[in-house]
Nanobody
Framework: QVQLVESGGGLVRPGGSLTLSCTAT????????????LGWYRQAPGKQREFVAS???????IYAPFARGRFDIQRDNALLTVELTMTRLTPEDTGIYYC??????????????WGQGTQVTVSS
């Protein structure tokens, strides 16, 4: 299937900002890609993977409670990318962040493709 590649992870101090990017590669066409719902999940050490944010075909964003007001999700259908801008980061935001492209117009839980993840570490 389509391959997703995340980038932008790294080490940042508490209160800092970081922007993650996810690019689709492989066998995918731009017409179909516009109908997909895009999103981000994360997994902290010792915890299960959790939803972070999503953006639908109609550009409707949904945020987890911990992300609302701090994180911003954007998509660019021409570039086949989705970005997650994170601000006011805390150590609790540390984890592996995964990009997902769901084959649904508005449901991030639908079947889709996953990236391999990018590490985000918030520490002083």
């Amino acid at each position: 299937q389509v391959q997703l590649v995340e980038s932008g992870g790294g080490l940042v101090r508490p209160g800092g900002s970081l922007t993650l990017s996810c690019t689709a590669t492989g066998k995918i066409d731009g017409i179909s890609a516009r109908s997909h719902t895009l999103g981000w999940y994360r997994q902290a050490p010792g915890k299960q993977r959790e939803f972070v944010a999503s953006i639908s075909k109609g550009f409707r964003p949904i945020y987890a409670p911990f992300a609302r007001g701090r994180f911003d999700i954007q998509r660019d259908n021409a570039l086949l990318t989705v970005e997650l801008t994170m601000t006011r980061l805390t150590p609790e935001d540390t984890g592996i962040y995964y990009c997902k492209r769901a084959y649904s117009e508005d449901d991030i839980d639908a079947v889709g493709s996953w990236g391999q993840g990018t590490q985000v570490t918030v520490s002083s």
